[in-house]
DNA sequence: ATTAGCACTTGAAGTGCGAGAGTGCTAACA
DNA sequence: TGTTAGCACTCTCGCACTTCAAGTGCTAAT
């Protein structure tokens, strides 16, 4: 679908002007902008609606974009600019503040976005379903503790306590070296099953049957190593856009679900082609979200671990700006990690 | 402060009739229930007003109770009930379905006793910061990289990954075993200081010196080990309450703030006597908790490390109904995390 | 000490009305 | 044929006003 040059400028300014204000447009303010009279205005306007890129709220009032037509504004009228330096430099200055372990890197980096842009943020782990297991680590930390350690190829590090009933002496050691030498090196994390688990588990003698805990809680590493996990920070600054929602009882609601939010930011990793993934009130799967926005941008560090970052805000936010914002973040979350993970580099 | 026995009748009268409706309590509606005429129980209710025990919201309109009323009677009149053995069972039986991890376990604690009460939860992170470093261990992950294990003699387990210049080799894992055993092992976590980092550092030798992030590493976590750290679940949950707040953004911001949230949480830990903390409207320190009240518990385990699990609602909670939740629930984590981690019982 | 009665206060809810913004449609115009 | 002016119509919003119910404080009687 392609636009006539006037139709264009007519959405544009529909949509730049209700960004800001939240307040429909209607056809006599354009017309002292555009040039054009109020009556021509009206009649684009109303063969936009038309077209299902405008709607109004009520049978008499201004217009207001509906998400195909942020969808249209988004894909060939808007025109996003890079970060300043100046601005680069301070994000890059605040992300490094507290980046001392992974972990704290995404956390601070889900809450820089969210002050920056003044929405819920979303942040996935790395994961990488490809990824091989290449390290495993047990230590001892008491007679009948012990820690597990896992690392993949793509340089994903997961751990663990685990408490067994015998003491883990040398003997138990090796027969637990010689398991995962056999079993889980080397080994596709996607392709941990419950099965291969329990034939594992059964194939034990009875002496090592003891060893069994050690098993479940290596097999739940490699599980947790495949799939990232998906955290919302800022979700108090949605409430300050509460004009833009009906009842946003339901949204924050559906943000405090980790398992969906997982899926939402999983469906958007379908289109191949992009690093950047946007998708607009009713483009999104879920019923909740229809109001919202998301914008999303991934990260990737090591060898193919990737995760994701993003945005989560009404419909109406100021996409042009969020956007470089959280491509930069991304790109800064990546490039931090890979400082704390490469071997080789740097 | 001891009131009469008809006062105590009223004022009880009033909580309860004003907890599950949230409607000021006239004295028409108390009359006929206590069989005073309303004019007498007018007249006392005014007396409660100067005792600061009620209020009105205007001139006039019925009573609703102050944090001093509430807490009077919370003191003095409420009963509350042990939960039923069913209940008990079926908690039970929800905690122990994730339980895998102790960080789980808290996790999954605080997400049940959210849904358990509508309102939101706060668990922080077990910690003692009498505890002293028992164990430390460095486990080369990459040739540069390597993850660092800390255990304390009450039961906390930390680690981190951590990067460094050098290779990992067998000099290096010595000489930094050499100066943990000196410095570092039977510590006081309480005691870290960054005085004592510094002078450590200061003290390398040249070639050393390159192990200065693993120290750096091993004091954040053992400074964590001696600090606990706060979650918040179930904030949504809040907005359900709308009702009962003027505007419930302050709050809910006030609720993302991790730093904030520990301190709310510390400042209950003062009465030494008792387990339980209620903290109603005004008593809280701070100004955003004031339309708010918390209920806090303890759970131990191990050698002496504790944290504490709650609940945070509008005053007008149901008292009688949360403490025993909030009661069952740290028992049970405390009895699930002293399974996973005691060495010598069960 | 308790109660009945009465005047008064207050918020909530409903009504009516006019202003303002904006639309759709028709007819005139270049 | 595309554009514009004009007009009747619709809808929301805020304001003033009324009414109603609930509840109070106070005084006087019991």
Redesign the pocket.
């Known amino acids: 679908m392609k636009l006539s040059a ?1 139709k264009e400028k007519i959405l544009a300014n529909v949509v730049e002007h209700y960004i800001p204000t939240g ?7 354009l ?1 002292e902008k555009l ?12 063969e936009l ?1 038309e077209l299902g890129l405008l709607e ?8 207001i974009p509906t998400s195909a037509g942020y969808r249209y504004y988004i894909d060939n009228l808007m025109s996003t600019s890079p970060l300043g330096d100046m601005e680069c430099a301070k994000l890059e200055a605040m992300l490094r503040a507290g980046a001392k372990t992974p972990e704290k890197i995404l956390e601070n980096a889900g809450g820089i976005l969210a002050r920056l842009t003044g929405c819920a943020t979303v942040v996935t782990t790395p994961a990488d379903a490809q990824a091989k297991i290449s390290k495993v680590e047990l230590i001892p930390a008491s007679s009948k503790t012990a820690i597990l350690v896992l690392l993949t190829s793509s340089g994903i590090l997961k751990n663990c306590v685990c408490r067994i009933d015998i003491d883990i002496n040398e003997n138990v050691k090796d027969r637990f070296k010689e398991i995962v030498d056999k079993y889980f090196l080397k080994a596709k994390v996607a392709e941990l099953s419950e099965e291969m688990l329990e034939e594992i588990i059964g194939a034990l003698e009875n002496e090592d049957y003891a060893i069994k805990p050690l098993l479940s809680a290596l097999y739940e590493l490699g599980k947790e190593a495949g799939e990232s996990k998906a955290y919302v920070e800022g979700e108090s600054n949605l409430l300050a856009h509460r004009d833009a929602y009906g009842d946003i009882t339901e949204l924050m609601q559906f943000l405090q679900q980790r398992e969906q939010l997982s899926r939402l930011v999983s469906f958007q990793e379908t289109p191949q082609n992009s690093r950047m993934s946007i998708l607009i009130g009713s483009e999104n799967y879920f019923a909740e979200m229809e109001q919202s926005s998301v914008i999303l941008s991934r990260y990737a560090f090591g060898n193919n671990a990737m995760g994701t970052i993003g945005v989560i805000g009404p419909t109406r936010i100021d996409y042009a700006k969020l956007i470089p914002d959280v491509e930069y973040l991304t790109d800064m979350v990546g490039r931090l990690l890979s400082e704390h993970y490469s071997e080789d580099e740097e």
């Not at 307040?23 to 303010?29: D, H, I, L, N, R």
């Not at 109004?56 to 217009?63: C, E, Q, T, Y």
């Open positions: 006037r307040e429909p447009v209607g056809s006599k303010a017309s040039g054009y009279s109020s009556a021509t205005i009206r009649n684009e306007m109303s609606c109004k709220n009520h049978a008499s009032s201004g217009r």
